[in-house]
Each structure stands twice: as C-alpha cells, then as structure tokens.
C-alpha cells in the first residue's frame, strides 16, 4: 500500500539548533518525494522536491531508498522556520497523485 | 506568480445546508484540486477536474460534489452539510495532471467551513 509516514505530530527545537523531520514512506516503485511548507496564515507551499537535489532556505533532503525515508534537515534552525511541514509522495501507482503524510508541526524557540 | 483565489476564508454554516466554496486560478492550469485538511490526517483528495466538465473522485468523495463549468473557476458543493464537514478545504491547480518533479501544484489560501 501506498503510504506516507511522518511520525512527529510536534517537534520543537531551540534556535541555533539541528532540525529534522522525519518522512518514512510505503511504495512498490519508484516515487518522487516532496516536501510541502504551510507558515501560519499562508498557504501551503512547495519546499522541496528530492529530484532536485536542492537546499532552499537551508533545508535539505535526501532519499534513502533502502530506508524508505525523505527526511528533511536544517543544521541550524531559525525562528521564522516555525511551520506545518508536510511530506508527500506521487507516482505512478497513484496516477501522479500526491500522498500525504501528516504533518509534523515544527515551533522553534528562541 | 500563479494566484489561486478562494472567495471564502471562513464560513459558518448550519446542518442540512448547501454549501458553495468557490475557486478561482488565473494561470490558465488544465488541472484543479480540491482537498480537505484535518490535523493529524494530512490532506486528502476530494475531487480533482482535468478540463471543463471533467471531474474525478479522489479519496474522500462522499457528500462532496463539484462543478467545473469554466476552466478558471472549480467548485465544490455539499449538498446538505453535516458536523464531520468541519474542516479546512484548500484548492490547488497545476499545469499538467499530478505531481512530478517538472510541475508544481499551487495551492489557494483555504476556506475553514464550520457547521454547527
């Protein structure tokens, strides 16, 4: 079954500190792997897609496909990273339709 | 940049009513969504429109219905609201169908439906 697992509902961190958002993920292909970012009062948006291999605002994720994760990491977290984070899958076996985890709401504390 | 235009940010509604939430996108995308978003569930796929006057059913389809008569314009009605409709319903639209790395799926503000 296709499966998208964040197991964090909350994560709170200090500034300055490690940031990782967990995603562990179920499929029998090959997905592609997002990362979606809701900030309070604004709409949900696309952080970052794994084949892109990209950094955007300090973020960062990699596939593992032996560990079936896309976690996301930010060395040192900001204030203004306080978010919804959610992690998503497509492919194939869903027609190219997202699924979702979750959520992981991260609040960083000054 | 894509705009995607929920007309109603927050509504109150009572059970039994027909409810209307519109959603307008400028960027003239084949491709419209409509989700629903609970905590701790994520988001789920209600109906999705690949042109005018298409539509398909996603996850969560029951009690929901929607109308694409214009290609900006997607809307999604219940037909006689009930309590479990509480909830956050967001609408998207993209260029082509479904998520790959070459399209992004644009989302609009939300519309939080509350029915008492």
């Known amino acids: 079954a296709q499966r998208v697992t964040q197991p964090e509902k909350l994560l709170s961190v200090f500034k300055g500190a490690p940031v990782e958002l967990k995603c562990n993920y179920s499929y029998s292909g090959s997905p592609e792997l997002f990362w979606y970012v809701q900030y309070s009062r604004q709409r949900l948006q696309l952080l970052l897609r794994?084949?892109?291999?990209?950094s955007i605002k300090g973020f960062t994720a990699d596939l593992n496909k032996g560990e079936t994760s896309f976690h996301l990491k930010k060395p040192f977290a900001q204030e203004e990273d306080s978010a919804m984070y959610y992690c998503?899958?497509?492919?194939?076996?869903?027609?190219?339709?997202?699924?979702w985890g979750a959520g992981t709401k991260l609040i960083i504390k000054p | 940049d894509v705009k995607v235009t929920q007309s109603s940010r927050y509504l109150v509604k009572r059970t039994g009513e027909k409810v209307f939430l519109e959603c307008v996108q400028d960027m003239d995308h084949e491709n419209m969504f409509w989700y629903r978003q609970d905590p701790g569930l994520g988001l789920r796929l209600i109906y999705f429109?690949?042109?005018?006057?298409?539509?398909e059913k996603g996850d969560i389809p029951e009690g929901y219905s929607v109308s694409r008569e214009k290609k900006e314009r997607f809307s999604l009605i219940l037909e006689s609201a009930s309590t479990n409709q509480t909830s956050m319903y967001l609408c998207?639209?993209?260029?082509?169908?479904?998520?790959?790395?070459?399209?992004?799926?644009?989302f609009g503000e939300g519309s939080w439906l509350t029915v008492v």
């Open positions: 429109s690949y042109d005018v006057k298409m539509k």
């Open positions: 794994h084949i892109s291999r990209e």
């Open positions: 998503a899958l497509s492919g194939a076996d869903s027609n190219y339709q997202l699924i």
């Open positions: 998207a639209s993209s260029l082509v169908p479904g998520a790959t790395s070459g399209n992004t799926i644009y």
